[in-house]
């Protein structure tokens, strides 16, 4: 089992983005508020930190935003703004680390992949 650390968390409206550090680089998974079951379709694996955290950032911004929508909060242009700010700074972190990241799927697929490598490499 590989050693991981969570190193910051972000609350949406309803999810929580939690960024944990792991030796092949830093995750982002949302995490339910009122289950607090990790949902595995919203995982995403960053090569830095600075753009993981910027993601969890804006991931809750874009959680914030819209629920305001959905529940029709008045004051859900200031939440829109947020959410612009917060996805303008993930795209300019993102695209001077050249970090793009790697989705929930394809991380499954490489990890099945890779586990599935060491077992015919021990027999």
Do not use: K
Request: net charge negative; with cysteine; glycine share 6%.
């Amino acid at each position: 089992m590989e050693d991981a650390m969570l190193i910051a968390s972000t609350e949406g409206q309803g999810w929580c983005y939690e960024v944990i550090a792991q030796s092949d680089g830093f995750l982002v998974q949302a995490r339910d508020l009122d289950t607090g079951e990790v949902s595995l379709n919203e995982t995403t694996l960053f090569r830095t930190s600075p753009v993981a955290l910027a993601y969890a950032d804006m991931a809750a911004a874009a959680d914030r935003f819209a629920a305001s929508r959905l529940e029709e909060v008045e004051d859900w242009q200031v939440l829109a703004d947020d959410y612009h700010h917060e996805l303008d700074r993930f795209t300019t972190i993102r695209d001077r680390l050249s970090d793009d990241g790697v989705g929930g799927d394809l991380l499954r697929c490489s990890r099945a992949g890779s586990l599935r490598d060491q077992a015919y490499r021990l027999h």
